[in-house]
T-cell receptor, first 110, second 113 residues
């Protein structure tokens, strides 16, 4: 069965501090992993995907197949990073069918 | 260009009624998927349509159905509403299937009394 676990419902860090949002997954094949973000009063939108291997808004995420993790990291948090973050997995059936984690609400304190 | 548009944005129904929600994808996008979001279960996949064909279906009862039209617009229907169907229903579109970014609408918030 496909499952995505985000162990932290809430995460609060100070501006300028490093931030790491954890994501672990369960999938027997080769998954495609995503991070989606929802800023206040905005739509859910893609932040980054592991295939791209790029940094978006200073965030990076590395797929670790051995630990079945896809943690999201940023070295220096900014206040505008405050948002709800969802880790999502797509299996062999294609990217439209995403399995989402429960989400982590990140708050950056000034 | 215009984003994914969902109507209605808010609606209230009573148990036993049925509801139809509409989704207009981004122009040029041929794939539409639907998700249910609740505080308890989070975001759950309902179904996916591409070129008027249902490609995938989530683990929901048969009361939940959908369709896609030739212009890629999609509707989902929930019959015999139950209290537990109260949720935010999100529609997402992408250019095609298999690996593309999903663009989400603002959702239709359904309250069942």
């Amino acid at each position: 069965a496909q499952r995505v676990t985000q162990p932290e419902k809430l995460l609060s860090v100070f501006k300028g501090a490093p931030v790491e949002l954890k994501c672990n997954y369960s999938y027997s094949g080769s998954p495609e992993l995503f991070w989606y973000v929802q800023y206040s009063r905005q739509r859910l939108q893609l932040l980054l995907r592991h295939i791209s291997r790029e940094s978006i808004k200073g965030f990076t995420a590395d797929l670790n197949k051995g630990e079945t993790s896809f943690h999201l990291k940023k070295p220096f948090a900014q206040e505008e990073d405050s948002a709800m973050y969802y880790c999502a997995l797509s299996g062999y059936q294609g990217a439209q069918k995403l399995v989402f984690g429960q989400g982590t609400r990140l708050t950056i304190n000034p | 260009k215009a984003g994914v548009t969902q109507t209605p944005r808010y609606l209230i129904k009573t148990r036993g009624q049925q509801v139809t929600l509409s989704c207009s994808p981004i122009s040029g996008h041929r794939s539409v998927s639907w998700y249910q979001q609740t505080p308890g279960q989070g975001l759950q996949f309902l179904f996916e349509y591409f070129s008027e064909t249902q490609r995938n279906k989530g683990n929901f009862p048969g009361r939940f159905s959908g369709r896609q039209f030739s212009n890629s617009r999609s509707e989902m229907n929930v019959s015999t509403l139950e209290l537990g169907d109260s949720a935010l229903y999100l529609c997402a579109s992408s250019r095609d299937t298999g690996g593309g970014e999903l663009f989400f609408g603002e959702g239709s918030r359904l309250t069942v009394l």
